[in-house]
């Protein structure tokens, strides 16, 4: 792996704590063992080939799953292994976690949550390579190298500007949108996809010169009449209900549903830690959905 993060002998030794030559006999005497050329030599440079990067991922898979074993022997099931290094959707996690995390850290005062945010099909990655150890998001593509645990489904609206001749109503059917500009996130986002399906299916179209960066900028061209958007639920419980310049509807004969929760490797020895963490969030979810639509 240092080769692979490096290119170059010299600098892969140094982080490796052994010399130059020491590494090259290593690697020349496992290119023998298993009868593959893992590195292509040039004049000046050198590269993996093809199953040496297979090989390297590989590796990087079983570290990961080792440090894992460390983790619980050294610090226990009580305290869900000390660190959780945590991948989260955009478009949820801030929505969700400043309710969820302190209400983790009253029960487990000692556990460390290093939270960071990515688009899904790049957190599976991350997910899957031992970048982080777990993710909060949408279930991923890939089911057969991960283990998925719910902790909600939301409602997928309709988000129209506050003076919209759609905006005084509860719901809209499929038909009502023919002709509509639809906006929606950048490439990368699942929300992508679901507004694409709408729009072949009402024979709305998707607007050409925007894509948003985030849900926030997506409500700001929604309430300034440049289209409209599906927003998730947490997100419009959270953020929305109380926006005078956007009205929330529900599409009668497309009910939109996403289903969210923690994913990790179906290898990983912390199964049990990320099962607490979904029974916790799950709570968590159900009591604030249940408060925000009890309201008004």
Known sequence: MALEATGHFGRAAELCHVSQPTLSVQIALLEKQLGV????????????????????????????????????????????????????????????????????????????????????????????????????????????????????????????????????????????????????????????????????????????????TSLDALRQMVSIEMGLSLFPEFYARSEIMADRGLALLTIRDWPARREIGFFWRRSSARSPHFRQLAMLARKTAADHLAARAARP
């Open 37 to 212: 050329s893992l590195v292509e030599r040039t004049p000046g440079a050198i590269a993996l080939s093809a199953v040496g990067e297979e090989i390297a991922a590989a590796a990087k898979t079983v570290l990961a799953t080792l440090d894992e074993i460390v983790t619980l022997a050294s610090a226990g099931r009580d305290n869900l292994g000390a660190l959780i290094r945590l991948g989260t959707v955009p478009t949820f996690g801030p929505y969700f976690l400043p309710r969820f995390l302190p209400q983790l850290h009253r029960l487990y005062p000692s556990l460390r949550m290093h939270v960071r945010e990515e688009r899904p099909l790049l957190l599976e990655e991350q997910v899957r390579t031992g970048a982080i150890d777990c993710a909060l998001g949408q279930r991923p593509q890939d089911e057969e190298a991960f283990l998925f645990e719910e902790v909600c489904v939301e409602q997928i609206f309709l988000g129209v500007a506050g003076n919209h001749p759609l905006a005084d109503r509860d719901f809209v059917e499929l038909k009502d949108l023919k002709g509509e500009s639809l906006l929606t996130l950048g490439r990368g986002h699942r929300l992508l996809e679901n507004v694409r399906e709408l729009a072949v299916l009402s024979g709305a179209t998707m607007a050409e010169n925007y894509e948003g």
